[in-house]
């Protein structure tokens, strides 16, 4: 991860075939685009690889996520569980749609604990978000039981899970629907881009309208099609789609790199008695994007943290800190600092988040240190940089 690091000249065709004919739209021009639909072939193609009817292409992951909601009838009044260690993008979706972002302590997993989620469900829950954190996987078995006898949606964030599984089963295909995300910094890139997947074929209807306008993209006159409902612009362009589809077809190979490159890693840090390692409920279903693993204490850990950047071993998070991805830092949430009036609905929910008691997240994520796998190392590298984590990590514990 990520894949913008393996970007050559499959991509470049791709790319070429877009800019040869100059339809940049994914949508019309057909006699000018030369027999070429990128957005649509990247969804047959994901669609075929992760063994659902319906793939939806869209301009970001945010956008997935907004789209699916919206499509599933979540809006004004609803709540909708999410975890407090995600990027901010999932509480920005259920915003977007007037509905209440509910957090939920996280587990070892790294994901929404299903003891949180029992806890968190009201009369006015309508969805619960997992959100499948750096190639991981949640507890599905547990949190799709819960969904299921509670009477809730199931939508997955597998927006940093492209390729990982549960069960032999791909992540993103357990609940009703499921979000990916191909921006510049994940395993698969689109340069920007996101998509949604689904067996359920009103949703995905529902989906394809409303990511353009409302088009019921019906008949090959796109004026004169019809809007029997309103949607917004997440389309995403032919040339980001050319991008993805070159990509995607290395899937397979890019995690198989990661997977060997995290394994030596993995290995060398195991030796240290004060090491864990994050829960993994499917292992071999991991994409193996980050090797997350604990310290005993916040203290040593953040010694950690600094004793890994003097030996120059770079792209390890402190997600605890980060400004993005967890609830610590999320002022602008819990502040309520909008740029538009918010409901009182969603004002008196956010409120509530902010009196939260998320301690349980805490005692994991203080000491969580989370390490980038990248696919351009060499052999070398990757045994050096083993060795360098192991001392850093010794000196400190």
Known sequence: MPG???????????????????????????????????ARALERAIA????????????????????????CGIGAGDEVIVPTFTFVATFEAVLSVGAIPVLADIDDTLCLSPEAIEQAITPNTKAVVPVHMCGGMAQLDRIKAICEERGVLLIEDACQAIGASFQGKALGTFGS??????????????????????????????ADGFQDHGHDHVGN????????????????SELNAAVGLAQFRRLDEIIATQ????????????????????????????NASFLSFFLPSEESTRAAIGALAERGVDACFYWYDNNWHYIRQWDHLTGLRSLHPLSDQVKAGLERQAQGDYSASDAIMSRTISCLIKLSWSESEVAGRAKKMVEAVRSVV
């Open 177 to 206: 629907a499921g979000c990916f995300s191909f921006d510049y910094v994940k395993t698969i890139t689109c340069g920007e881009g996101g998509a949604m997947v689904t067996d359920d074929d009103d949703l995905a209807t529902k």
């Open 259 to 286: 997977r060997k490159n995290k394994k030596v890693l993995k290995e060398a840090l195991g030796v240290v008695p004060e090491v864990s390692f994050r829960r993994l409920p499917d292992p071999e279903g991991d």
């Open 4 to 38: 913008f690091e393996v970007f050559g000249e499959s991509e470049r065709k791709e790319v070429g075939d877009v800019l040869e004919t100059g339809v940049l739209m994914r949508y019309g021009f057909d006699g000018m685009r030369g027999g070429h639909w990128k």
């Open 221 to 236: 006159d796109r004026g004169a099609e019809s809007h029997p409902f309103m949607g917004l612009n997440f389309r995403i």
């Open 48 to 71: 075929d690889k992760l063994g659902v009817r319906h793939a939806q292409m869209v301009s970001s992951g945010t956008a997935a996520l907004s789209m699916t909601l919206a499509s």
